[in-house]
């Protein structure tokens, strides 16, 4: 578990390893058993959850506050003025940040820990915005695996993106919101990559 007081810890994995729970955990740890002031980030484009909180699909939540998908100098200058009370900053749905997050990271990391959760991989399996920068950036990243739904015996690294039950074939735009209708984990024998 990562309880340093300063630095920054990655969540990450494919669709459907409970991240957002681990998010949520980690935050309920921090504040319940340390005494740690906490609040937590999402993007305004992320809609499964509803407005105004972070959820997992086991049952956890929290109030978060939602920014902006593209991180501007503006946004990091108010952000940096709403956590001066916090000890504790999440973020969740990070792969759908765009703009200057590694910026609005980086300058948190040397006086607050960061908890960041978001996919591994986009449905094409390359890494999915600027997570791969973010976790490099990490003192810690912990990799959380779901069982293939696909031939439910390897651990899943790869969210397939799904149409009417198969996976699809040709790229199309990268950011799709979806549940379990649309994507499904898969591991690296199973997964079916889209080809132009």
Do not use: W
């Not at 916090?86 to 607050?112: C, H, N, P, R």
């Amino acid at each position: 578990m990562f309880i340093e007081e300063v630095g920054l810890k990655v969540i990450t994995g494919p669709m459907f390893s409970e991240k957002s729970g681990e998010l949520i955990h980690s935050l309920n740890i921090a504040e319940a058993y340390e005494g740690k002031r906490v609040i937590v980030f999402k993007p305004d484009i992320e809609v499964r959850d509803g407005k105004g909180r972070v959820a997992s699909r086991t049952g956890l939540e929290r109030p978060a506050k939602e920014l902006p998908q593209c991180i501007t100098d503006e946004v990091i200058n108010y952000t940096k003025e709403l956590i001066k009370d916090y000890d504790v900053i999440g973020f969740d749905e990070a792969q759908f940040f765009t703009g200057k997050i590694l910026e609005l990271i980086q300058s948190m990391i040397f006086s607050k820990r960061v908890i960041v959760a978001g996919l591994n991989m986009d449905y094409e399996g390359i890494p999915f915005g600027k997570m791969g920068d973010i976790m490099a950036m990490a003192d810690e990243v912990e990799h959380l695996y779901p069982i293939c739904a696909c031939c439910k015996k390897r651990r899943a690294i790869f969210s397939q993106r799904l149409s009417n039950g198969e996976p699809v074939k040709i790229k199309g735009q990268t950011i799709q919101q979806g549940d379990k209708e649309s994507y499904e984990p898969r591991c690296r024998i199973c997964f079916v990559p889209p080809v132009e």
